[in-house]
């Protein structure tokens, strides 16, 4: 696990990936690769009237939310001193973490994502597990800790799996 890639993205999910990919990088010695992805809806306003077109306003402020994650991401890894790259980019996410994640060893993604800049949910991680040649780990959002030589499955799913037997 050298190759870790991060989806990153301002929803309640956020803090759990980033403790999991930090967590694998140290017991690894790995490398984290932050992929911020910005969703060109993120950009335009609709009207049903006259069509989609882009605010300057809006372009300023999601510019300004993207700089202060980057560095609020680039601080923390800093701090756990390890190694990391971080891209910005824009479009459609499960694409892009599929074309970035071909030598990843891992992808690290959360098991749903919440608010995004729009408010709307991005289930993202079954596109990115069926297209992508990566494992992915699926992180809860509540997840504090991530054991990476722990149980593969959680013991609230071992202990569900025991009663139904």
């Not at 882009?54 to 609020?72: F, G, N, V």
């Not at 993604?109 to 990115?128: F, H, K, N, Q, W």
Request: aromatic fraction near 4%; charge should be negative.
């Amino acid at each position: 696990m050298k190759s870790i890639l991060l989806h990153v993205n301002a929803d309640e999910g956020q803090p759990s990936r980033l403790q999991a990919a930090i967590d694998l990088a140290r017991a690894h010695g790995g490398r984290i690769h932050c992929v911020a992805i910005t969703p060109y809806s993120a950009y335009a306003v609709g009207d049903p009237f006259i069509g989609a077109f882009m605010l300057a306003e809006s372009s300023t402020s999601i510019t300004e939310h993207e700089e202060q994650q980057r560095a609020e991401i680039e601080q923390r890894l800093s701090h756990e001193a390890l190694r990391f790259d971080y891209t910005q980019l824009s479009g459609d996410a499960p694409l892009w973490i599929t074309n970035r994640a071909r030598l990843a060893d891992v992808i690290v993604l959360s098991r749903t994502l919440g608010v995004s800049l729009r408010e709307e949910p991005l289930p993202i991680v079954a596109d990115v597990a069926i297209h992508a040649r990566a494992p992915v780990l699926a992180v809860p959002p509540e997840l504090e800790r991530f054991d990476p030589n722990g149980p593969i499955l959680g013991r609230e799913l071992i202990n569900r799996i025991h009663k139904a037997a």
